[in-house]
């Protein structure tokens, strides 16, 4: 049997209903897969990690759903259900595109190219690896979290590859997918913590740790503030690649949580906020610094 799918894409308003409950009223009408993003690269917290206990707000969700061609079913069939299902406007543009797995496994191998931050490289776990004594980390997308493309990853990765992090202990707060903690182990960090609310966060992280070997003594992930704040450590650095609001609500959390003279890296900060971000921690941090890429920045001082 051919293995092939009906690939429907379509926007909807963001207000309207949660991710959740898209993905689960899709699939009671024999939706296989739902995915979203922001639908323009306007909207401000696209791709971007996550606060704790925070939901991406978006005004206008783009939507890509896949279907089984194979099923007996016609595909205007399918889309009238959506826009009945969805309450979407009758003239609702619906694209379709016929995926076959050969062609999506392909695609999606074709996307994720090996990616250099200063003296780390990022490779997918299908690429050849090169022979010389480059520093890698081996990434494989999934779980809905990062793998190294956003601008504001990029400029904590580049940032993070600089530092001189050998025996040092670091917290990344946010963890996600957890590339700046495995990144931070392999470029010789000696304790590094990992924490996110969102325990498929944290299963992402393992899993990514145990894809580059990390030890389970180098590299702790943890649920909470309330967990990271019970075991007193005093980091060498926290880098945080959240959203700028939090980045300033936690700004007591964060100061706890580093020693003396440690410092702290942010992103996820629009250069539109970055005024007021500087302006927040002008009083509590030493050396501030910017660095930019895109629309977004990176801040980082010193204790």
């Given at each position: 049997m051919d293995l092939s799918w009906w690939e429907l894409t379509f926007t909807i308003d963001a207000n309207n209903i949660e991710f959740d409950d898209l993905s689960d009223t899709l699939a009671e009408i024999g939706a296989l897969s739902t995915t979203s993003e922001a639908a323009y690269k306007t909207?401000?917290?696209?791709?971007?990690?996550?606060?704790?206990?925070?939901?991406?707000?978006?005004?206008?969700?783009k939507v890509v759903t896949l279907f089984d061609k194979n099923i007996d079913i016609n595909i205007d069939?399918?889309?009238?259900?959506?826009?009945?299902?969805?309450?979407?406007?009758?003239?609702?543009?619906?694209?379709?595109?016929?995926v076959h797995e050969q062609d999506w496994q392909e695609n999606f191998r074709q996307e994720f190219k090996p990616q250099q931050f200063g003296r780390l490289w990022v490779y997918p776990s299908w690429h050849d690896k090169p022979t010389d004594n480059k520093t890698i980390m081996t990434l494989d997308p999934g779980l809905a979290f990062?793998?190294?493309?956003?601008?504001?990853?990029?400029?904590?990765?580049?940032?993070?590859?600089?530092?001189?992090?050998k025996n040092m202990t670091i917290i990344d707060f946010g963890c996600?997918?957890?590339?700046?903690?495995?990144?931070?182990?392999?470029?010789?960090?000696?304790?590094?913590?990992?924490?996110?609310?969102?325990?498929?966060?944290l299963i992402a992280t393992q899993e990514?740790?145990?894809?580059?070997?990390?030890?389970?003594?180098?590299?702790?992930?943890?649920?909470?503030?309330?967990?990271?704040?019970?075991?007193?450590i005093n980091a060498d650095?926290?880098?945080?690649?959240?959203?700028?609001?939090?980045?300033?609500?936690?700004?007591k959390t964060f100061i706890q949580l580093l020693k003396n003279?440690?410092?702290?890296?942010?992103?996820?900060?629009?250069?539109?906020?970055?005024?007021?971000?500087?302006?927040?921690?002008?009083?509590?941090?030493?050396?501030?610094?910017?660095?930019?890429?895109?629309?977004?920045?990176?801040?980082?001082?010193?204790?």
């Open positions: 909207t401000p917290d696209v791709d971007c990690e996550l606060a704790l206990g925070q939901t991406p707000k978006w005004s206008s969700i069939t399918i889309k009238s259900q959506i826009i009945k299902t969805l309450s979407l406007p009758l003239n609702s543009i619906i694209t379709t595109n016929t990062g793998t190294g493309s956003h601008p504001t990853t990029k400029l904590c990765l580049e940032w993070l590859a600089h530092q001189p992090l996600g997918s957890g590339i700046l903690a495995i990144a931070a182990c392999i470029l010789g960090a000696k304790k590094v913590f990992a924490i996110d609310h969102d325990n498929q966060a990514n740790a145990s894809m580059n070997n990390i030890p389970k003594e180098q590299l702790h992930t943890l649920s909470g503030v309330e967990e990271i704040n019970s075991l007193n650095i926290l880098i945080a690649n959240i959203l700028a609001e939090p980045l300033m609500n936690l700004s003279s440690g410092k702290l890296a942010m992103s996820g900060i629009l250069i539109n906020q970055q005024e007021r971000l500087i302006n927040y921690y002008s009083p509590i941090l030493k050396d501030l610094n910017v660095k930019s890429h895109d629309d977004w920045c990176l801040v980082t001082g010193n204790k």
